[in-house]
């Protein structure tokens, strides 16, 4: 873990990746804030009961996790590390934040029904929960050694 954390650092001195990483920080920050319905887009109706402590902490944490994952392999892309395991490495910070009231529509791509998506919805808490395990391992991941060698 050391090795990742002295990565990260050494990534976070860079002056424009950490404006990228505050300015991705922003942009998940508010679409997490839509998708959860934490604000209604129609009438921007601030719906008090759904600002809890879990919800404020997962969406620190995810739209942080995500942020610093896709700074970070935009910096491997540049640095022209292999493409391919940057790429995959994406995937997992553009999905894994998508609501639990979204799991509807997005279980209707891969055709199963809305019954099990609407009881997906029910346990958005575990959801939230697996997605910012996924960005931790991700991150950790994305920062050991082993996959990327920084300069």
């Known amino acids: 873990m050391n090795p990742q954390l002295n990565t990260l650092k050494k990534f976070l001195n860079n002056k424009r990746y950490l404006v990228l990483v505050i300015l991705l920080f922003i942009a998940f920050s508010i679409m997490l804030i839509f998708a959860w319905n ?4 129609r009438d921007m109706y ?4 759904l600002w809890t402590y879990w919800n404020i902490f997962f969406l620190i944490s995810i739209s942080l996790l995500s942020s610093l994952i896709i700074s970070y ?4 892309i540049k640095d022209q590390v292999k493409l391919k395991k940057s790429l995959l490495s994406l995937l997992p ?3 894994v934040s998508a609501c639990p009231t979204c799991a509807p529509l997005i279980l209707s791509f891969i055709s199963t029904t809305y019954a099990i998506g ?4 029910k346990v958005g808490f575990y ?19 082993k996959t990327c060698k920084t300069k």
């Open 118 to 121: 609407m009881n997906l919805a």
């Open 46 to 49: 601030v719906r008090k009961d």
């Open 127 to 145: 959801i939230k929960g697996a997605s910012l395990i996924l960005l931790l391992v991700t991150l950790i991941y994305v920062l050991s050694p």
């Open 93 to 95: 910070s553009f999905f």
């Open 38 to 41: 934490l604000i209604l887009i």
């Open 73 to 76: 392999n935009i910096k491997l």
